[in-house]
Every structure is written in structure tokens, then in C-alpha cells.
């Protein structure tokens, strides 16, 4: 089972199904036998991504991406640094994958772009954030503001990995003007059914850690909320474009700024 075939399968679009397995297909149809509704999170995560991205770069002038889990490369929608390329020349991102077919993926796909090694893949894990701060020093301008994208990453992570202090690690390394785009898993909102969800998600082998609106906001501790704040990903600057996108509640998004 794989997190990253597992998004696609959920997103329910054509193109990204060719990636998914009957078993990550098996899946989606499991959690929405069981009332969870796995494709809305999944196109409001990926939406959400999108506005995100392009705000920072249009509106807050990041022309950097470190993006941590950005599973297989998206096939109907464009990657993070495509979004930034639309407003800046001179760009630079890193994505950091623990999955090797991730890696894989995403390098062969990024590797045939005339991006002049702009675009780097690598290996790696939240969970080592001093690893992965190595890797971005190697390649990004830890002088100019980068976006730290986190989407559908932090609710993967348990909290005996301590995903706040890995967080702010990375954040203690970007200048002013650097950014925090993330989404998180919630229960508050219907605690039974994500349960159920994330139950049948980890006996998959799939680890699944939904928090509070606290604990979700703490990981924005310090930082500039940009736009409304933390608030349901389908909720933040919705619009017209997000029709595949439709409202839900299960997921939190926000992005803070480093000032």
C-alpha cells in the first residue's frame, strides 16, 4: 500500500488513476463505505495547494519551494514550481520524499523539464528534519524566503516523531518572508467517522494521526497568518476554479508568514 498512490486513487480524476493500484482503489471505496469522505478531502487538499503556492509567489514574492511528501507527480494540475515559474524567472525547489517511488516519479518527470537543475527530488523524511535542512542548504538560497509546502504530510506523522519541533526546525532556518503552507487531518468536526477512517488507514499500513484545531495551529505558532488564518482547506480564498474542489470540513489549511 502506498500513501502517495493512495492520493491519486482518491482524487478520482482519470489521469491520476492510471498511478493507482486495485488495492489503493480498494481502499478509497472502503473509506467511503464507511461514510469518510475521502476524494472531497483529497481535491480540497490538492486545491488548497494550488492557491496556496500561487499566492506566495504572486502576493508574497517567494520564488523558492521546499515541499516535503509531495507523493507521484500531479498529471492533471501543476506541480508547486510550475506555479511559481508563472510569476518569477528565477526559481529554485526541492521536493523531499521518504517514498523511493516518489523520488523516482517525480525525478524522471522533473528531470525531462528544461529547468537547468533548478528543480531538484530527493530522498528524505520530516521525521530527520536536520537532514532534510542539509539537503535544502544544498540546493535552495537559505537566504532568500522559501514556501515550506506541508500538504497532507503532518497527519502522517505520530507524535513520538515530534512533527511541531521538526517543523519549527526548518522554519529556525528561513529568512523573513519565508512561508508555511500546510494541511492537517481533523476530528473535531465528526470524531466517529474520522476514527473509523483512520483505523482502517493504519491497519493498511498507512500511519494517520488527525489533531485539534489546537494542535493543528500550533504548528503555525510565531508566524503571520496570511489570509484568514487556519480554517477548513476548501475554505481558504476558495474560488471559481475549485468546482472539483467541493466544501468539507475534515481537514484544516493555513499559510504563516515568517516576519
Known sequence: MSSARLQHAALGDAAEALDAYEAEEDLVRTLHALGFPVREVARATRAFRLRAVTHAARDLGIAQVLEIGPGLPPRSTPASHHLVQRHHRRTRALYVDHDPLAVTHLTTA??????????????????????????????????????????????????HDHPHTAVQHLLDALPTGSALIATHLTHEHDPETVHRATRTLQIAGLPTRPRSFEDIAAFFNGLTPVGPGLVPASQWHPTHSDDQAPPEDHSYAATGLLT
Open 110 to 159: 522533473y528531470e525531462t523539464e528544461e529547468t537547468g537543475g533548478t528543480v531538484r527530488t530527493v530522498l528524505g523524511d520530516l521525521r530527520t528534519p536536520q537532514s532534510v535542512l542539509e539537503q535544502a542548504a544544498a540546493h535552495l538560497d537559505l537566504t532568500r524566503p522559501a514556501a515550506l509546502v506541508a500538504t497532507a504530510v503532518l497527519d502522517t506523522i505520530y507524535d
